[in-house]
């Protein structure tokens, strides 16, 4: 009888074992979920932007020059692969990022003599960038230039991947320029995942900043990150819309207008490398307005996956950096600069252009 008593009181020890272990895992979930869902970042549809900094330039030939470049919150070099595409990395090494980091403000400072830098994926503070600010490391390589900086990614804590979290991330798009640089705005789109990834994910937006040229020409520089992993490519599609139905409201102003940045879509013309390893999704001259224009190097690679290291010789690759550009733009040149993703698993975009009268 005693011994039945004992085996009895062993089952109900294993079952309240049992059931604290998977009651702990959903209390967790549950947490995590309720913070996220109280602190969500929820910014309006149409944001004033602060307008930081003094320029300092000389007057200078009607030739101007602008950069886009995903800078991949200094965390993805080179040596490192990335658990969304693939790969196992989640925060790369302190070392690591710190290579990146200077080896992008050495670019950048290097090129100063461009007139407009057009910068997504820009850590403010973030544990996968071990919490330095880059828009201010940004603003120590462009003396003499405004910057403008939207949010565009604000969560306290990303769980995933569940044994090693993202935690906070801090990050946006940075614009800088060395023009006279009037405003700034921050536009929401309006695409969304499904709750609760969308708790985790970007609040994708574009940011504007209004300038004008030396000659007093009216400009407007657009600065966009649109949707990645979006299987269907309707975010995007739905994105580009809302962007061109504000670019071509302000181009009817008689403003001239450049939009720059990271599209994850590949532009009008491009041959995709491998399409039956890779869905790419292609961009068409449809989704602009009469006469304006998409604008890309397409020799060059822009972004690589991040499924493995990278390997010049076996890495996909694509090109989905590029520009749009307002009726009056001349174009002079459009050219990636090859960095073999020494720093970013993106490439810069310089574009040369002019305004015609």
Same mark, same amino acid.
């Given at each position: 009888?005693?011994?039945?008593?004992?085996?009895?009181?062993?089952?109900?020890?294993?079952?309240?074992?049992?059931?604290?272990?998977?009651?702990?895992?959903?209390?967790?979930?549950?947490?995590?979920?309720?913070?996220?869902?109280?602190?969500?970042?929820?910014?309006?549809?149409?944001?004033?932007?602060?307008?930081?900094?003094?320029?300092?330039?000389?007057?200078?030939?009607?030739?101007?020059?602008?950069?886009?470049?995903?800078?991949? +919150?200094?965390?993805?070099? %080179?040596?490192? $692969?990335?658990?969304? @595409?693939?790969?196992?990395?989640? =925060?790369?090494?302190? #070392?690591?990022?710190?290579?990146?980091?200077?080896?992008?403000?050495?670019?950048?400072?290097?090129?100063?003599?461009?007139?407009?830098?057009?910068?997504?994926?820009?850590?403010?503070?973030?544990?996968?960038?071990?919490?330095?600010?880059?828009?201010?490391?940004?603003?120590?390589?462009?003396?003499?230039?405004?910057?403008?900086?939207?949010?565009?990614?604000?969560?306290?804590?990303?769980?995933?991947?569940?044994?090693?979290?993202?935690?906070?991330?801090?990050?946006?798009?940075?614009?800088?320029?060395?023009?006279?640089?009037?405003?700034?705005?921050?536009?929401?789109?309006?695409?969304?995942?499904?709750?609760?990834?969308?708790?985790?994910?970007?609040?994708?937006? +574009?940011?504007?900043?209004? %300038?004008?040229? $030396?000659?007093?020409? @009216?400009?407007?520089?657009?600065? =966009?990150?649109?949707? #990645?992993?979006?299987?269907?490519?309707?975010?995007?599609?739905?994105?580009?819309?809302?962007?061109?139905?504000?670019?071509?409201?302000?181009?009817?102003?008689?403003?001239?207008?450049?939009?720059?940045?990271?599209?994850?879509?590949?532009?009008?013309?491009?041959?995709?490398?491998?399409?039956?390893?890779?869905?790419?999704?292609?961009?068409?001259?449809?989704?602009?307005?009469?006469?304006?224009?998409?604008?890309?190097?397409?020799?060059?690679?822009?972004?690589?996956?991040?499924?493995?290291?990278?390997?010049?010789?076996?890495?996909?690759?694509?090109?989905?950096?590029?520009?749009?550009?307002?009726?009056?733009?001349?174009?002079?040149?459009?050219?990636?600069?090859?960095?073999?993703?020494?720093?970013?698993?993106?490439?810069?975009?310089?574009?040369?252009?002019?305004?015609?009268?």
């Amino acid at each position: 009888m005693e011994f039945a008593t004992t085996r009895v009181q062993m089952r109900k020890k294993i079952v309240r074992i049992a059931l604290i272990l998977i009651g702990l895992p959903l209390l967790y979930v549950a947490a995590v979920l309720l913070y996220a869902t109280a602190t969500d970042f929820t910014p309006p549809f149409k944001e004033a932007i602060q307008v930081d900094g003094q320029i300092v330039r000389s007057a200078k030939d009607s030739i101007y020059s602008a950069i886009t470049w995903n800078v991949g +919150f200094t965390g993805l070099g %080179a040596e490192t $692969d990335f658990f969304y @595409d693939g790969g196992t990395v989640v =925060t790369q090494t302190e #070392a690591l990022v710190k290579k990146n980091r200077e080896g992008i403000c050495k670019f950048v400072a290097a090129n100063a003599d461009v007139d407009v830098f057009l910068f997504q994926e820009v850590d403010s503070a973030a544990k996968r960038s071990h919490y330095i600010n880059m828009v201010e490391e940004l603003s120590a390589s462009l003396p003499g230039f405004v910057r403008s900086f939207a949010l565009n990614y604000n969560v306290d804590f990303v769980p995933i991947p569940f044994l090693d979290p993202m935690g906070k991330v801090k990050s946006g798009l940075a614009s800088f320029s060395n023009l006279s640089t009037t405003q700034a705005e921050r536009r929401s789109y309006d695409s969304q995942f499904s709750w609760p990834t969308r708790l985790f994910f970007l609040d994708r937006c +574009f940011l504007a900043q209004m %300038a004008k040229l $030396d000659d007093g020409t @009216d400009i407007c520089f657009i600065n =966009t990150h649109c949707s #990645a992993y979006d299987t269907a490519g309707v975010m995007v599609a739905n994105e580009i819309k809302r962007l061109m139905s504000y670019a071509d409201s302000v181009y009817q102003t008689g403003t001239t207008v450049i939009i720059g940045g990271d599209w994850n879509q590949c532009p009008p013309g491009y041959q995709p490398k491998d399409p039956k390893t890779y869905n790419e999704y292609m961009l068409s001259d449809d989704q602009l307005p009469p006469n304006w224009h998409w604008i890309a190097d397409i020799e060059t690679p822009t972004n690589r996956k991040m499924n493995t290291v990278y390997n010049p010789e076996t890495s996909y690759t694509s090109v989905i950096d590029h520009f749009v550009v307002s009726p009056n733009v001349e174009v002079i040149g459009v050219k990636t600069i090859d960095l073999d993703f020494a720093f970013s698993d993106h490439q810069p975009v310089r574009l040369d252009f002019r305004v015609r009268k």
